[in-house]
């Protein structure tokens, strides 16, 4: 009878010990987190720039629709984008130091505004500051025969470095990045 007892307390503390501990996860988000980076062969560990985003889809909706031109734009969804320098580099033209900056961009007509901003962790552009730019650069868009559902980042060989690019139905920007030797 005691052995009965002590297995009666020992199932109930084990059935509140696993409800108290048990844990509830989120399904998966509808514009999932991505990374590109440069060098983009994940045999090299050495990486000199890699950008962190999520990757809106069009769902039926058009580019103008989700990143309206002349709009300060995060540059994905969620969490505005966020980008991180290995090294100093040249990015559009414009030194910048090693770091982490947001990644904002304003879509245009022939043209983009591709924005290095020093505030981290934003959500959105809802808290942007144009104060705190680290650099502006402008380059042009042009119009590729596939379409993107999805918003794309890459990083593809160039030069003197390489072209930070993105993709999104048939729009297609990139900007230049050349790196200080390590």
Do not use: H
């Not at 966020?82 to 770091?99: H, L, R, S, V």
């Not at 022939?110 to 144009?130: D, F, M, P, R």
């Amino acid at each position: 009878m005691k052995n009965l007892s002590f297995i009666a307390i020992l199932a109930f503390a084990m059935i509140f010990t696993v409800e108290a501990t048990a844990q509830k996860f989120s399904g998966l988000d509808k514009s999932p987190m991505d990374m590109a980076s440069y060098p983009n062969d994940y045999k090299i560990s050495n990486k000199t720039v890699r950008v962190i985003y999520s990757r809106p889809q069009l769902k039926g909706r058009s580019l103008a629709e989700l990143a309206p031109a002349g709009k300060v734009w995060r540059t994905g969804a969620n969490e505005a984008a966020e980008i991180q320098f290995y090294t100093d580099a040249t990015f559009g033209g414009k030194d910048i130091k090693a770091g982490i900056y947001s990644l904002f961009t304003v879509p245009g007509n022939g043209e983009w505004t591709v924005i290095l901003n020093k505030n981290l962790n934003q959500w959105g552009a809802y808290s942007y500051e144009e104060g705190a730019d680290v650099a502006r650069v402008k380059v042009p868009s042009k119009a590729d025969g596939s379409s993107l559902e999805e918003f794309s980042i890459a990083f593809e060989d160039a030069e003197d470095g390489a072209n930070l690019v993105m993709g999104w139905d048939k729009t297609r920007v990139a900007v230049p990045i050349s790196f200080t030797k390590m």
